[in-house]
């Protein structure tokens, strides 16, 4: 993106810059930076998150938030090594984008997304690896798949119900990433009751978790079993392709990614009918 600056300290309150700025995030401004588009330092999924990316950190992962010519953050990246994925993924030796949102409607279409794959994509190939991939689906997630097909992404593998596992090589040679699979077993492990799956990766699990948890206990009379992925390891294992959120019936998945209390309610009455 031309005239894109890149600086690795948090804008003060109320700066303005001439040009978008590529902030990088990491321990020593991550309590005065933006994260998803969460202001309220109180709120407990962004004090998870925070407490999240502090681990995460030591292990290579990198945060960027674009600011734009008004001062404020409209773009969020998170990327770390393949390996420390939080996804159902093997993507050993590639980059791999956790997220990215451009949460600020008037910012979008402006080629910030691009601006800020082009950072992931200089910084993989810095480190020598294979190339950057990263996960999307045909539903609502994140951002489109679009936009990496336009920065030169191709399909390497599939999962149901709709996952794409998207890739871009530096080495024509090297393997794909790929996905885990095996997720219809994996979820047969949760077969007593209703389990709830979830992890600090995303800021708005906190949320929705919990009112799915009142909603369990209020109109169906049961206390859900939860469970704390507490490493990529566990969430790689995790029965689902986004992996840090899911929704378990008997072994049945009911949700593969955050839903509302309505709409667990409206699931539920369909599994219980």
């Not at 600056?5 to 003060?12: F, I, N, Q």
């Not at 691009?114 to 950057?132: F, H, K, P």
Request: charge should be positive; glycine fraction near 8%.
């Amino acid at each position: 993106m031309p005239g894109l600056e890149s600086v690795g300290v948090a804008m003060g309150k109320g700066s303005v810059t001439a040009t978008p700025v590529l902030i990088d995030i990491d321990s020593s401004n991550l309590d005065e930076s933006p994260c998803c588009g969460i202001k309220d330092p109180s709120h407990p999924g962004l004090v998870g998150k925070r407490c999240w990316l502090k681990t995460q950190f030591k292990l290579g992962l990198k945060a960027k938030s674009l600011v734009g010519p008004d001062g404020k953050p409209g773009c969020y990246i998170e990327y770390l090594p393949g390996e420390f994925a939080w996804r159902g993924v093997s993507a050993a030796g590639y980059m791999f984008i956790h997220c990215l949102w451009n949460h600020l409607k008037k910012h979008q279409h402006k080629g910030w997304a691009s601006a800020m794959i082009e950072a992931c994509l200089s910084d993989a190939e810095a480190a020598g690896m294979n190339g950057v991939a990263v996960m999307t689906r045909d539903g609502p997630f994140l951002a489109s798949r679009s936009v990496f097909l336009a920065n030169g992404f191709k399909l390497a593998d599939t999962a149901p119900p709709d996952y794409q596992l998207l890739v871009r090589k530096f080495k024509a040679g090297a393997a794909d990433p790929r996905f885990k699979g095996g997720y219809e077993r994996k979820a047969a492990r949760f077969n007593r009751g209703l389990t709830i799956i979830r992890s600090a990766q995303c800021p708005y699990i906190a949320k929705f978790a919990a009112e799915i948890v009142q909603a369990a206990e209020e109109e169906y009379h049961t206390k859900p079993k939860i469970v704390d992925l507490e490493s990529c390891r566990d969430a790689q294992d995790a029965p689902t392709p986004y992996a840090v959120f899911a929704v378990v019936y008997k072994g049945r998945i009911l949700a593969d990614h955050q839903i509302s209390r309505t709409r667990f309610c409206n699931i539920m009455d369909e599994v219980l009918r």
